[in-house]
């Protein structure tokens, strides 16, 4: 079946610093991939999402590229702010098969000042 | 529009109770999701609805645990009776149309079983 296996966290990092999550997964197909924030005490938001291979999902700064070849559809930034500290979830959703979401475990990042 | 409406967003019962959980989705999605969240597991999907129908249950984890969705704009998540390994949260969330999509989801429901 569908799955995603995402860096185990949590990840400190000081402001302004690079970020990567790291996403790989495993999808008859080829699926659709999202990346969703959580931020404490709320549901969960996308935050960018690609539909298909070597397409680029940005939004706020932060950038996934859809690699079929790797399976990989890594989270970056090139400087974190306080604000970005929140949970971060790989998702995909499989065309070949039910409708719904299937997430990665989540990775809870902590940004300093 | 409001986004996804969950009531409440705290439960505290004692075990052995009845929960109902409630959620109002986005006017016009024709899906509609109910997910666990717990440390131990993770994001859990436990049932989904297309067009008020139940598609897909197999992530009930027991017969306590039942869905309605009576019409498009409004499911339950009912336990009955509680138990205290039924604490997290609960999400609902929906969406609309094709696979690309994006799901919106609901703040949640903290549910606590004592």
């Known amino acids: 079946g569908d799955s995603v296996t995402q860096m185990e966290g949590p990840v400190t990092l000081s402001e302004e610093a690079f970020l990567t999550i790291n996403c790989t997964y495993t999808?008859?197909?080829?699926?659709?991939l999202f990346w969703y924030v959580q931020y404490p005490g709320e549901g969960l938001q996308l935050l960018l999402k690609?539909?298909?291979?070597?397409d680029k999902g940005s939004n706020k700064g932060f950038e996934a590229t859809y690699r079929k070849e790797t399976t990989s559809f890594h989270l970056e930034k090139g400087s974190v702010q306080v604000s970005d500290s929140a949970v971060y979830f790989c998702?995909?959703?499989?065309?070949?098969?039910?409708?719904?979401?299937?997430f990665g475990s989540g990775t809870q990042l902590t940004v300093l000042p | 529009d409001a986004g996804v409406i969950q009531s409440p967003r705290h439960e505290v019962t004692e075990m052995g109770q009845e929960v109902t959980l409630r959620c109002k989705p986005i006017?016009?999605?024709?899906?509609l999701f109910w997910y666990r969240q717990t440390m131990m597991r993770g994001l859990e999907l436990l049932i989904y609805?297309?067009?008020?129908?139940?598609?897909?249950d197999s992530g009930m984890p027991e017969d306590r645990f039942s869905a309605k969705m009576p019409n498009a704009s409004f499911s339950t998540l009912k336990i009955q009776p509680s138990e205290p390994r039924d604490s997290a949260v609960y999400f609902c969330?929906?969406?609309?149309?094709?696979?690309?999509?994006?799901?919106?989801f609901g703040q949640g429901t903290r549910l606590t079983v004592v």
């Open positions: 999808a008859t197909g080829y699926p659709s």
């Open positions: 998702a995909l959703a499989s065309r070949g098969s039910a409708r719904q979401l299937t």
């Open positions: 690609a539909t298909k291979a070597d």
């Open positions: 969330a929906s969406s609309f149309g094709t696979v690309n999509t994006e799901a919106f």
């Open positions: 006017s016009g999605h024709d899906y």
């Open positions: 609805f297309n067009n008020n129908v139940p598609i897909d």
